[in-house]
Protein backbone atom coordinates (compact mmCIF):
# COMPACT_ATOMS: atom_id res chain seq x y z
CA UNK A 1 0.00 0.00 0.00
CA UNK A 2 2.97 2.19 -0.78
CA UNK A 3 1.36 3.29 -4.00
CA UNK A 4 0.25 6.66 -2.38
CA UNK A 5 3.52 7.63 -1.22
CA UNK A 6 4.58 7.78 -4.78
CA UNK A 7 1.84 10.65 -5.72
CA UNK A 8 3.22 13.42 -4.83
CA UNK A 9 6.84 12.45 -7.44
CA UNK A 10 4.02 11.67 -10.02
CA UNK A 11 2.57 14.63 -9.66
CA UNK A 12 6.04 16.82 -9.13
CA UNK A 13 7.08 15.12 -13.11
CA UNK A 14 4.12 15.90 -14.59
CA UNK A 15 4.28 19.22 -14.24
CA UNK A 16 8.24 19.32 -14.79
CA UNK A 17 7.19 17.60 -18.26
CA UNK A 18 4.32 20.40 -19.00
CA UNK A 19 6.94 23.13 -18.51
CA UNK A 20 9.39 21.54 -20.66
CA UNK A 21 6.76 21.23 -23.27
CA UNK A 22 5.61 24.51 -22.98
CA UNK A 23 8.71 26.04 -23.10
CA UNK A 24 10.04 23.53 -26.22
CA UNK A 25 6.72 25.56 -28.01
CA UNK A 26 8.00 28.82 -28.10
CA UNK A 27 9.81 29.20 -31.60
CA UNK A 28 6.48 27.23 -33.00
CA UNK A 29 4.80 29.94 -31.49
CA UNK A 30 6.67 32.68 -32.86
CA UNK A 31 6.26 31.15 -36.10
CA UNK A 32 2.55 30.60 -35.87
CA UNK A 33 1.69 34.48 -34.89
CA UNK A 34 4.48 35.59 -38.07
CA UNK A 35 6.26 37.57 -35.65
CA UNK A 36 9.61 37.99 -33.06
CA UNK A 37 9.70 40.67 -30.49
CA UNK A 38 13.04 42.28 -29.40
CA UNK A 39 13.10 44.26 -26.50
CA UNK A 40 15.70 47.04 -27.09
CA UNK A 41 16.87 49.93 -25.41
CA UNK A 42 16.39 52.41 -27.67
CA UNK A 43 18.73 55.23 -26.72
CA UNK A 44 22.10 53.36 -27.25
CA UNK A 45 23.19 54.92 -30.31
CA UNK A 46 24.62 53.42 -32.45
CA UNK A 47 23.31 49.85 -31.21
CA UNK A 48 19.61 50.93 -31.14
CA UNK A 49 18.16 53.96 -30.62
CA UNK A 50 15.31 56.24 -32.66
CA UNK A 51 15.55 57.61 -36.27
CA UNK A 52 14.58 61.40 -35.95
CA UNK A 53 13.27 61.52 -39.53
CA UNK A 54 11.57 58.09 -39.70
CA UNK A 55 10.95 57.96 -36.04
CA UNK A 56 11.56 54.33 -35.84
CA UNK A 57 14.85 52.09 -34.28
CA UNK A 58 17.85 51.75 -36.10
CA UNK A 59 20.86 50.52 -34.99
CA UNK A 60 23.46 48.21 -35.04
CA UNK A 61 21.37 45.13 -32.72
CA UNK A 62 18.57 46.34 -34.87
CA UNK A 63 19.91 45.85 -37.86
CA UNK A 64 21.01 41.86 -36.54
CA UNK A 65 17.72 41.60 -35.07
CA UNK A 66 15.96 42.23 -38.50
CA UNK A 67 18.22 39.67 -39.84
CA UNK A 68 17.64 37.04 -37.31
CA UNK A 69 13.54 37.82 -38.09
CA UNK A 70 14.15 37.39 -41.88
CA UNK A 71 15.91 34.35 -41.35
CA UNK A 72 13.15 33.15 -39.11
CA UNK A 73 10.37 34.10 -41.60
CA UNK A 74 8.56 36.17 -39.39
CA UNK A 75 8.11 39.77 -38.89
CA UNK A 76 10.71 42.11 -36.30
CA UNK A 77 8.57 44.27 -33.88
CA UNK A 78 10.69 46.31 -31.17
CA UNK A 79 9.72 47.07 -28.22
CA UNK A 80 11.61 49.71 -26.15
CA UNK A 81 13.27 48.87 -22.27
CA UNK A 82 15.00 50.29 -19.65
CA UNK A 83 18.25 48.72 -18.81
CA UNK A 84 16.98 47.48 -15.47
CA UNK A 85 13.73 45.69 -16.89
CA UNK A 86 15.48 43.96 -19.54
CA UNK A 87 15.88 40.98 -18.13
CA UNK A 88 12.30 40.45 -15.74
CA UNK A 89 10.84 41.64 -19.13
CA UNK A 90 12.54 38.58 -20.93
CA UNK A 91 11.36 36.59 -18.22
CA UNK A 92 7.58 37.14 -18.43
CA UNK A 93 6.99 36.72 -21.50
CA UNK A 94 6.96 40.33 -22.45
CA UNK A 95 9.63 40.12 -25.20
CA UNK A 96 10.86 37.02 -26.49
CA UNK A 97 14.67 38.25 -27.48
CA UNK A 98 16.62 40.93 -25.68
CA UNK A 99 18.66 42.83 -28.51
CA UNK A 100 19.87 45.25 -25.66
CA UNK A 101 23.22 45.57 -25.39
CA UNK A 102 22.88 42.64 -22.90
CA UNK A 103 26.75 41.70 -21.10
CA UNK A 104 27.28 37.80 -21.04
CA UNK A 105 28.38 37.40 -17.95
CA UNK A 106 28.11 34.23 -15.50
CA UNK A 107 25.69 35.90 -12.69
CA UNK A 108 23.37 36.32 -15.74
CA UNK A 109 23.75 33.27 -16.81
CA UNK A 110 21.45 31.47 -14.26
CA UNK A 111 18.75 34.08 -15.42
CA UNK A 112 18.77 34.08 -18.70
CA UNK A 113 20.64 32.07 -21.83
CA UNK A 114 22.51 33.93 -24.42
CA UNK A 115 22.89 33.77 -28.06
CA UNK A 116 26.33 33.94 -30.00
CA UNK A 117 28.35 37.19 -29.04
CA UNK A 118 27.61 39.71 -31.77
CA UNK A 119 29.60 42.34 -30.29
CA UNK A 120 32.73 42.81 -27.78
CA UNK A 121 33.51 46.35 -26.12
CA UNK A 122 34.78 47.40 -22.53
CA UNK A 123 33.82 50.04 -19.91
CA UNK A 124 35.18 53.05 -19.78
CA UNK A 125 35.66 55.70 -18.14
CA UNK A 126 34.56 59.89 -19.02
CA UNK A 127 35.82 62.94 -16.75
CA UNK A 128 36.09 66.68 -17.11
CA UNK A 129 39.41 67.22 -17.70
CA UNK A 130 39.14 69.81 -14.91
CA UNK A 131 38.36 67.14 -12.25
CA UNK A 132 42.06 66.16 -12.08
CA UNK A 133 41.34 62.54 -12.60
CA UNK A 134 43.98 61.09 -14.94
CA UNK A 135 43.40 57.28 -13.95
CA UNK A 136 40.69 55.33 -12.65
CA UNK A 137 42.36 54.44 -9.54
CA UNK A 138 42.16 58.60 -8.58
CA UNK A 139 37.61 57.99 -8.19
CA UNK A 140 38.41 56.74 -4.84
CA UNK A 141 35.76 58.96 -2.66
CA UNK A 142 34.31 60.90 -5.89
CA UNK A 143 30.91 60.05 -7.09
CA UNK A 144 30.48 58.05 -10.64
CA UNK A 145 27.36 58.20 -12.27
CA UNK A 146 26.48 55.47 -14.22
CA UNK A 147 23.33 53.46 -15.89
CA UNK A 148 20.63 51.13 -13.09
CA UNK A 149 20.86 47.69 -13.74
CA UNK A 150 23.84 47.59 -15.90
CA UNK A 151 27.21 46.07 -15.43
CA UNK A 152 29.67 49.54 -15.34
CA UNK A 153 28.64 50.49 -11.63
CA UNK A 154 29.62 46.52 -10.48
CA UNK A 155 33.05 47.16 -13.10
CA UNK A 156 34.00 50.05 -11.22
CA UNK A 157 33.68 49.11 -7.55
CA UNK A 158 35.64 45.93 -8.83
CA UNK A 159 38.73 48.26 -9.10
CA UNK A 160 38.01 51.23 -6.94
CA UNK A 161 35.49 49.64 -4.13
CA UNK A 162 35.64 53.44 -2.43
CA UNK A 163 34.06 55.53 -5.14
CA UNK A 164 30.43 56.18 -5.10
CA UNK A 165 28.36 54.81 -7.84
CA UNK A 166 25.06 57.03 -8.76
CA UNK A 167 22.77 55.43 -10.74
CA UNK A 168 20.38 56.92 -13.70
CA UNK A 169 17.43 55.21 -15.42
CA UNK A 170 19.20 55.68 -18.55
CA UNK A 171 22.56 56.27 -19.55
CA UNK A 172 21.63 59.64 -21.32
CA UNK A 173 20.38 61.11 -18.01
CA UNK A 174 23.94 59.55 -16.27
CA UNK A 175 25.98 61.50 -19.44
CA UNK A 176 23.76 64.71 -19.06
CA UNK A 177 24.32 64.71 -15.15
CA UNK A 178 28.24 64.61 -15.76
CA UNK A 179 27.66 67.83 -17.81
CA UNK A 180 25.60 69.25 -14.94
CA UNK A 181 28.28 68.44 -12.65
CA UNK A 182 26.78 66.32 -10.38
CA UNK A 183 29.53 63.70 -10.60
CA UNK A 184 33.22 63.66 -11.39
CA UNK A 185 32.99 61.09 -13.92
CA UNK A 186 30.36 59.08 -16.39
CA UNK A 187 30.73 55.62 -16.81
CA UNK A 188 29.73 53.67 -19.94
CA UNK A 189 30.22 50.93 -22.43
CA UNK A 190 33.14 52.13 -24.43
CA UNK A 191 30.94 52.09 -27.88
CA UNK A 192 28.40 54.17 -26.01
CA UNK A 193 30.99 56.49 -24.23
CA UNK A 194 32.82 57.19 -27.66
CA UNK A 195 29.15 57.66 -29.23
CA UNK A 196 28.72 60.39 -26.35
CA UNK A 197 31.93 62.20 -26.62
CA UNK A 198 31.06 62.43 -30.13
CA UNK A 199 27.66 64.39 -29.43
CA UNK A 200 29.74 66.74 -27.22
CA UNK A 201 31.05 68.48 -30.27
CA UNK A 202 33.19 71.15 -29.57
CA UNK A 203 32.75 70.97 -25.93
CA UNK A 204 34.47 67.59 -25.75
CA UNK A 205 38.08 69.21 -25.86
CA UNK A 206 36.61 70.19 -22.03
CA UNK A 207 36.47 66.15 -21.36
CA UNK A 208 38.66 62.77 -21.24
CA UNK A 209 38.58 59.47 -21.87
CA UNK A 210 40.44 57.68 -19.28
CA UNK A 211 42.60 55.04 -20.93
CA UNK A 212 42.06 52.11 -18.72
CA UNK A 213 39.63 50.12 -19.68
CA UNK A 214 37.56 48.64 -16.51
CA UNK A 215 36.35 45.10 -17.99
CA UNK A 216 35.79 43.30 -21.46
CA UNK A 217 32.59 42.61 -22.09
CA UNK A 218 30.86 40.37 -24.80
CA UNK A 219 27.15 41.11 -26.02
CA UNK A 220 24.85 39.14 -26.84
CA UNK A 221 20.73 38.64 -27.48
CA UNK A 222 19.29 37.40 -24.30
CA UNK A 223 16.81 34.52 -24.99
CA UNK A 224 14.51 32.59 -22.25
CA UNK A 225 16.11 30.06 -20.23
CA UNK A 226 15.73 26.81 -21.02
CA UNK A 227 14.41 27.74 -24.55
CA UNK A 228 17.20 25.86 -26.75
CA UNK A 229 15.23 26.12 -29.97
CA UNK A 230 15.11 29.85 -30.02
CA UNK A 231 18.54 29.66 -28.81
CA UNK A 232 19.57 27.59 -31.99
CA UNK A 233 17.34 29.29 -34.67
CA UNK A 234 19.21 32.66 -33.40
CA UNK A 235 22.75 31.29 -33.57
CA UNK A 236 22.31 29.82 -36.37
CA UNK A 237 20.96 32.96 -37.96
CA UNK A 238 24.08 34.85 -37.12
CA UNK A 239 26.23 32.16 -38.00
CA UNK A 240 24.79 33.07 -41.35
CA UNK A 241 25.32 36.95 -41.39
CA UNK A 242 29.43 35.75 -40.03
CA UNK A 243 29.69 33.27 -43.30
CA UNK A 244 28.11 36.10 -45.69
CA UNK A 245 30.05 38.81 -44.89
CA UNK A 246 27.45 40.55 -43.80
CA UNK A 247 28.03 40.77 -40.15
CA UNK A 248 31.01 42.48 -40.94
CA UNK A 249 29.04 45.24 -43.49
CA UNK A 250 26.78 45.78 -40.17
CA UNK A 251 29.86 46.52 -38.01
CA UNK A 252 31.23 48.96 -40.60
CA UNK A 253 27.73 50.69 -40.93
CA UNK A 254 27.88 51.38 -37.66
CA UNK A 255 30.97 51.75 -35.96
CA UNK A 256 33.25 51.88 -39.13
CA UNK A 257 35.10 55.38 -40.63
CA UNK A 258 32.35 55.95 -42.60
CA UNK A 259 29.21 55.73 -39.67
CA UNK A 260 27.61 58.27 -38.37
CA UNK A 261 29.66 58.89 -35.67
CA UNK A 262 32.98 58.39 -37.57
CA UNK A 263 34.35 55.69 -35.05
CA UNK A 264 36.89 53.95 -36.22
CA UNK A 265 36.18 50.66 -34.18
CA UNK A 266 38.12 47.50 -35.13
CA UNK A 267 36.22 44.39 -35.58
CA UNK A 268 38.40 41.97 -33.26
CA UNK A 269 36.04 39.01 -32.99
CA UNK A 270 33.37 36.93 -35.28
CA UNK A 271 30.40 35.65 -34.26
CA UNK A 272 31.36 31.98 -33.38
CA UNK A 273 30.86 31.47 -29.73
CA UNK A 274 29.49 32.53 -26.76
CA UNK A 275 31.96 34.22 -24.91
CA UNK A 276 31.41 35.00 -21.31
CA UNK A 277 32.86 38.46 -19.50
CA UNK A 278 36.22 38.04 -18.61
Not at 9 to 22: D, E, G, K, R
Not at 83 to 110: C, F, M
Amino acid sequence: MRIPSLLPTLLASLIAFASVTAQADQLSDIKKKGEIVFGVLGIDEPNSFVDPKTREFVGYEIDLAKAVAKQLGVKPVFKQLAVAARIPELQQGHVDILAASLTHNKEREAQVDFALTHFVTGSKVLVKKSSGVNNVAELAGKKALTVKGGTQGPNLLRLVPSAEIVTFESTQQAFQALQQGKGVAYVNDEAGLLADFAKLGSASKDYKILPQNLSVEPLAFGIKKGESAVKLAVDNSLRSLEKSGDADKVFLKWYGPQSKLKLFLKRNFKIDSDKVEV
